[in-house]
């Protein structure tokens, strides 16, 4: 075959191809298109306010107006808890459509593959209670000597299902089985009703004062302002009510310079001996209209309001008797 017979055979069959070429195009578009009788396009993800999900809120549906209406009202779940997320599939969509009579042969869907639907909501951080809690002890503080107050933890997130403008917080003292701890009860309210709470413990911290040696001091030794310094400190409990200085009470054991005093170190100071051992006193027994003495011999020392055994000189009985402050005794029936 010549080299001409060549060129001719294969133009001729480009130009055939280009030829079918252009009549199965002009097939394709002249040929019938299925009409849907709705479009609806699945966006990605979407947020509602409520916690039914319907198809109209997750999509956009075209199409005769009495399907789209029907077709927006299906049901396709319900959010049950603040901050979970539904994922819907097409596949859902086609079943819950053709379960309200509109078959999948009448839909075209486009868009996302699933649709992720969560609700509208509001969160109050942890954080913002802890502040409003510390700025409601600080304008009502438990005590007056408080001077620190940490927040022994920070509470969890509030998760509010919808947003609502009418959002208010109450705040007010909880009780404590701890001292050192103060807990403050943080209610939230929408429209006068309470859908939240949160409680926030705060460790505490007091202004106390406390009682420091300046030199050794050796037992029975009397506490004052020249052997002992008043100093202001923190401490972990609040300051005793009784707590009162500890001049003129005497020291119960040696102690060393610089030593904090506690209650038990100290004591008040014992009165004087008033009726000694072998001392000669007057039993004196006084009644309205009748005054009766005798004398006895102390058996032991006694201070005023002590009791001690009385041997009576006459009787020689012995007895228990008060020692009044005038060195006197009366007996005890």
Do not use: H
């Not at 593959?113 to 969560?118: A, F, L, Q």
């Not at 004398?295 to 006459?314: C, F, L």
């Amino acid at each position: 075959m010549s080299g001409k017979t060549v060129n001719i055979v294969v133009i001729t069959c480009l130009l055939a191809s280009i030829q079918f070429g252009r009549a199965s195009t002009n097939d394709k578009t002249k040929g019938p298109q299925k009409d849907s009788a709705l479009r609806i396009y699945l966006p990605r993800e979407v947020t509602i306010k409520n916690d039914a999900i319907k198809l109209g809120q997750v999509s956009i549906i075209r199409g005769k107006e009495s399907l789209v209406a029907k077709a927006s009202e299906i049901a396709l779940g319900r959010i049950s808890v603040p901050g979970q997320k539904i994922v819907v599939a097409r596949s859902m969509v086609l079943s819950r459509l053709a379960c309200n009579g509109i078959p999948a042969s009448k839909v075209t869907l486009t868009g996302a593959e699933k649709i992720t639907v969560k609700q509208q909501e509001q969160i109050i951080k942890g954080s913002e209670f802890v502040e409003l809690a510390s700025s409601f002890l600080k304008k009502n503080p438990p005590a007056g000597s408080v001077c620190q107050m940490s927040p022994i933890r920070i509470p969890k997130d509030l998760v509010l299902p919808g947003v609502s403008k009418d959002i208010k917080l109450s705040q007010r003292l909880a009780g404590s089985s701890a001292r050192n701890q103060a807990k403050v009860r943080i209610a939230v309210l929408a429209d006068g009703k309470e859908i939240g709470v949160r409680e926030v413990t705060f460790r505490l911290k007091y202004n106390c004062r406390r009682a420091v040696t300046l030199v050794e001091l050796v037992a029975g030794m009397v506490i004052s302002a020249k052997n002992v310094k008043i100093e202001k400190s923190v401490s972990n409990y609040p300051e005793p009510a009784d707590w009162r200085l500890p001049y003129g009470l005497v020291t119960r054991r040696k102690l060393s310079a610089k030593t904090v005093i506690r209650p038990d170190m100290i004591g008040p100071a014992k009165p004087a001996v008033v009726v000694g051992r072998n001392q000669t006193v007057v039993i004196r027994i006084e009644r309205p209209g009748l005054l009766v003495t005798a004398i006895g011999k102390a058996m032991q020392d006694g201070r005023a309001g002590e009791y001690i055994k009385v041997r009576n000189v006459d009787s020689q009985r012995i007895i228990l008797a008060k020692v009044n402050e005038n060195g006197t005794v009366t007996p005890i029936f």
